[in-house]
């Protein structure tokens, strides 16, 4: 039988989130149960799933293939994790350790071979890279190319040269205001922990388990 979510509201602290279930015209069948994003920018929902690059329109309560994107299905030529949104409606699309596309309305408008995952601030013009131990990359967009120079991480596998906390990035996400870090910190033994940094990545405050072993 066709699943039919009955989707609810949960208490934050003082705020109250609630979902609606927004119903595609067929189902979205995934390459992985991990490597899988969504980006909504300009009234498209955009939707990664490894080798295919989906486009909506949202109409009430459903998700409608947008005609004006390769009428809602781009297909790519190898798999892609991460999906961030920059300026103009432009797409970047993730490969991890190989390369980054820029993507506008369903075509490819550059290639590069930038490395690690982008994540990029609200305003579309910089953002991140991470990967592992890799060292993250501010990465700047001009027009239709980006362009990558040193952060305040860097040398994460090497701890006589480690610049930050950090021996492994696993998540980096960028808000108006703060950028946030997560992964294992060495400084606490390698546990999973979060970091709090302004824009100019200055740190303000950590949090986080300090015991690998613990919840």
């Given at each position: 039988?066709?699943?039919?979510?009955?989707?609810?509201?949960?208490?934050?602290?003082?705020?109250?989130?609630?979902?609606?279930?927004?119903?595609?015209?067929?189902s979205i069948f995934l390459d992985s149960i991990f490597d899988n994003r969504i980006a909504f920018y300009g009234g498209r929902l955009n939707v990664l799933t490894g080798k295919a690059?989906?486009?909506?329109?949202m109409e009430g309560d459903a998700l409608v293939p947008d005609a004006s994107f390769n009428n809602g299905r781009m297909t790519l030529d190898d798999d892609f994790e991460y999906l961030a949104v920059g300026r103009d409606g432009i797409l970047y699309l993730s490969q991890g350790i190989f390369k980054v596309l820029s993507v506008r309305d369903g075509a490819v408008i550059a290639d590069t071979s930038l490395s690690g995952d982008l994540v990029m601030h609200p305003g579309g013009?910089?953002?991140?890279?991470?990967?592992?131990n890799a060292d993250p990359m501010l990465v700047r967009a001009e027009g239709d190319s980006l362009t990558s120079e040193p952060w305040v991480f860097s040398n994460l596998s090497d701890a006589a040269n480690r610049k930050g906390r950090f021996s492994s990035i696993s998540c980096i996400s960028i808000s108006d205001t703060n950028i946030y870090v997560a992964g294992m910190d060495a400084t606490k033994g390698d546990a999973q922990r979060v970091a709090v940094?302004?824009?100019?990545?200055?740190?303000?405050?950590?949090f986080g388990t300090e015991d690998w072993t613990a919840d």
């Amino acid at each position: 039988a066709p699943y039919q979510p009955v989707p609810g509201a949960v208490s934050i602290g003082d705020r109250t989130i609630s979902a609606k279930w927004l119903k595609p015209d067929k189902s979205i069948f995934l390459d992985s149960i991990f490597d899988n994003r969504i980006a909504f920018y300009g009234g498209r929902l955009n939707v990664l799933t490894g080798k295919a690059l989906y486009a909506y329109t949202m109409e009430g309560d459903a998700l409608v293939p947008d005609a004006s994107f390769n009428n809602g299905r781009m297909t790519l030529d190898d798999d892609f994790e991460y999906l961030a949104v920059g300026r103009d409606g432009i797409l970047y699309l993730s490969q991890g350790i190989f390369k980054v596309l820029s993507v506008r309305d369903g075509a490819v408008i550059a290639d590069t071979s930038l490395s690690g995952d982008l994540v990029m601030h609200p305003g579309g013009e910089w953002g991140l890279t991470f990967w592992a131990n890799a060292d993250p990359m501010l990465v700047r967009a001009e027009g239709d190319s980006l362009t990558s120079e040193p952060w305040v991480f860097s040398n994460l596998s090497d701890a006589a040269n480690r610049k930050g906390r950090f021996s492994s990035i696993s998540c980096i996400s960028i808000s108006d205001t703060n950028i946030y870090v997560a992964g294992m910190d060495a400084t606490k033994g390698d546990a999973q922990r979060v970091a709090v940094l302004d824009l100019q990545g200055n740190e303000l405050m950590t949090f986080g388990t300090e015991d690998w072993t613990a919840d």
